[in-house]
């Protein structure tokens, strides 16, 4: 029997993609649930941008902008995360579902290109037989393999897909168009055209894509020779004109400036890329699941010669490209494939102050990547085709290791689960990385595990790997809030001011202290406090939520509404300081002010019941007796069957603003609506 028959139907071809679908669902079924990580934060879940209230036309352009609020910013990308939150919110089932079709739409257009290359490029016999069989085999070795995991999986990096997905399907459009059959060359090259306007606008590694097609023009369709170089001078030329403007007109200052955030330079950062690019094609050709992690460590290279493996790696990357261009008339299509790869790595592995290594970025650049090992493989089977049994067991071989790579994609999905299991994970394979403790410690916290979150947080000061100059501010910060929240304040300001002694000049940490001056009633040192870190940033909203209510607490209620109005404007979206304002108002005994204020309060806050309490007072005080047994009736429901006074304790060690005991006017009040009676 032959399993690769040279000429399969249309029928076939249907029915190959019917199967893709089934095999992408069964080996990503499992991340459906997967929550939110890293880069989703900033990005997605508290990203105004992306949270539109409405289709309207402005909340769109408003998503153009992604977090820059002065820029627009892979305008497709972010318009497509707005859309998921706008009909899914922050289930993550929807966003899921939308970067799993990206993926399949990849694959679907990687197969179609590669057929294309092929019957464009290829003067092999073999090659053009079985050319449907090639790029089967390429594309779904491509789509299952878990290199892809955080570029389908982690919801951010649909960016990667997506401008994988419009690229691909950019070149196949050029192929089809430079063809001899296309009876349409016109609207294919329009296709090509719009598909690389998405592209471009989904991520900007994209931008390589008018090199890559110059690159298959050349390689594929009119072979690569001396004689194609010269007859192509012009064209040549043309683009080496337009590189060099390009790389004149780019902000070098801003470029160099990125660094100052970094623990690496970036002479150190392009010295150790050719190492992260070894890296790269490690992951690809031995994908097994210890290999991957979201974030990687690799020592950098300060110099040509540390560590020894910079220089071997550079030579061996520029031998194999040598040889990729001094081959590439005879064999075009393995050359091409092998250009791609590095064509597509070139904007992430240059002078752009990225962080050293991620696996995302190789979604785009390894789409062509599996078509020489796919071409080896099915020659290797036919060459056994005189020895049946042999070549049974081959095939058996074969397919095991397929289904072993589509197992670890399928296991790496588990991973990313949840942030605990998803930095275990990687603090497990990488112990020596700051950033993994950083993020499980916080994990923990968000999930109110203190004991653990302290004692992740703390495993983190042993660690010594960073990508960004910060990591140990954030680990000595994180302690202290942690133990802010498990009231061991000694500790807490033990690690808080080891962060002064760190970076006098951290605004969060004089902030921290201020709070915890404020939880131990010494208004003096916390109103300096917090002085001392509105004198750094002045630009946070909590900390003028945190003077306004020192100031309120102090005695200084006009001060403190100016404050709390400040707080408004930073952070629009926390409408705490409203209740601060009514406390101010209610200090200045304007009752009317501060009744509104409580009652603007409640409604952005049904549930809190401590506004209520204020404001049960001021209508015990008042004499409003239906509306202050209404007001009561509410704080009965919502404490649901909590005693009173464990709820009016809450209130005087959290909410109460005025420096006094309230206790027993609003007892009083409490027992008046009881009982129904007018003071």
Not at 233 to 261: C, E, M, N, P, R
Not at 394 to 423: C, M, P, Q
Request: include cysteine; proline fraction near 4%.
């Amino acid at each position: 029997m032959k399993i690769f028959p040279p000429h399969p139907s249309n029928i076939k071809k249907t029915l190959t993609f019917l199967a893709l679908s089934f095999l992408l669902f069964a080996i990503y079924s499992n991340s459906f649930d997967c929550g939110w990580h890293f880069d989703d934060f900033p990005n997605i879940t508290q990203n105004s941008n992306v949270q539109p209230h409405s289709l309207s036309w402005a909340e769109i352009k408003k998503s153009f902008h992604g977090t820059d609020s002065n820029a627009i910013n892979r305008p497709l990308s972010f318009l497509t995360l707005a859309l998921n939150y706008y009909f899914h919110q922050d289930n993550v089932l929807g966003y899921h579902v939308v970067n799993l079709l990206i993926h399949f739409l990849s694959t679907v257009f990687l197969f179609l290109c590669i057929q294309q290359a092929i019957s464009a490029s290829s003067t092999c016999k073999f090659n053009k037989t079985y050319a449907y069989h090639i790029a089967l085999l390429a594309s779904f070795i491509w789509a299952i393999h878990p290199i892809q995991v955080t570029a389908v999986t982690y919801i951010v990096q649909r960016m990667a897909s997506l401008a994988g997905l419009f690229s691909i399907a950019s070149l196949y459009f050029y192929l089809l168009a430079r063809s001899n059959q296309a009876a349409h060359k016109t609207s294919f090259f329009l296709f090509a055209f719009l598909a690389a306007l998405l592209a471009f606008a989904s991520k900007e590694n994209s931008f390589m894509l008018p090199i890559v097609i110059l690159a298959a023009e050349l390689i594929l369709i009119q072979g690569f020779s001396k004689k194609t170089l010269l007859k192509n001078y012009k064209l040549l030329l043309g683009f080496t004109i337009a590189a060099l403007l390009f790389i004149v007109f780019q902000d070098l200052d801003s470029i160099v400036a990125g660094y100052s955030t970094r623990p690496f330079s970036l002479l150190e950062r392009l010295l150790t890329q050719p190492r992260v690019i070894l890296k790269y094609l490690y992951l690809i050709f031995c994908p097994i699941d210890q290999n991957f992690a979201l974030l990687h460590d690799i020592e950098y290279s300060n110099s040509l010669f540390y560590p020894w493996t910079t220089i071997p790696a550079f030579l061996a990357l520029l031998s194999t490209l040598l040889i990729a261009l001094m081959k590439a008339g005879r064999y075009p299509l393995i050359s091409f494939s092998i250009i791609f790869f590095f064509l597509n790595h070139l904007i992430e592995s240059s002078i752009v102050p990225l962080e050293m290594i991620f696996e995302h970025r190789n979604y785009l650049p390894s789409m062509f990547i599996f078509v020489p090992p796919a071409i080896i493989i099915i020659r290797l089977y036919h060459y056994f085709s005189d020895n049946k049994n042999l070549q049974q067991i081959y095939l058996l071989f074969a397919i095991a290791v397929f289904l072993l790579v589509g197992y670890t994609t399928h296991a790496r999905n588990n991973i990313l689960k949840d942030e605990i299991s998803l930095w275990q994970d990687n603090i497990n394979k990488y112990p020596n990385l700051i950033r993994p403790y950083i993020d499980i410690g916080k994990a923990y916290f968000d999930e109110k595990q203190y004991a653990k979150a302290i004692e992740s947080t703390k495993a983190g000061l042993s660690a010594t790997k960073m990508t960004k100059k910060n990591y140990p501010e954030k680990i000595l910060y994180n302690l202290g809030l942690q133990y802010m929240a498990v009231n061991q304040l000694e500790n807490a300001e033990i690690y808080l001011h080891e962060l002064i002694k760190l970076n006098p000049n951290n605004a969060k940490s004089y902030a921290a202290l201020a709070q915890i001056k404020f939880d131990q009633g010494d208004d003096q040192e916390s109103l300096d406090l917090i002085k001392k870190a509105l004198s750094l940033n002045k630009t946070q909203g909590q900390y003028h939520y945190l003077q306004a209510r020192i100031l309120t607490r102090s005695g200084l209620p006009e001060n403190a509404i100016k404050s709390a109005i400040t707080a408004l404007k930073l952070s629009p979206e926390n409408k705490l300081p409203i209740y601060v304002m009514g406390e101010a108002y209610r200090l200045m005994n304007d009752l009317n002010k501060a009744t509104q204020h409580y009652l603007d309060f409640n409604n952005y806050y049904p549930d809190n019941i401590d506004a209520r309490i204020a404001l049960l007072e001021i209508l015990y005080l008042e004499g409003k007796t239906e509306y202050r047994d209404e007001i009561h009736a509410e704080i009965v429901s919502l404490l649901k069957g909590t005693i009173f006074q464990k709820a009016l304790h809450n209130f005087n060690n959290e909410f109460d603003l005025l420096n006094k005991r309230r206790d027993k006017t609003i007892t009083a009040a409490s027992k008046a609506a009881e009982q129904g009676r007018i003071p």
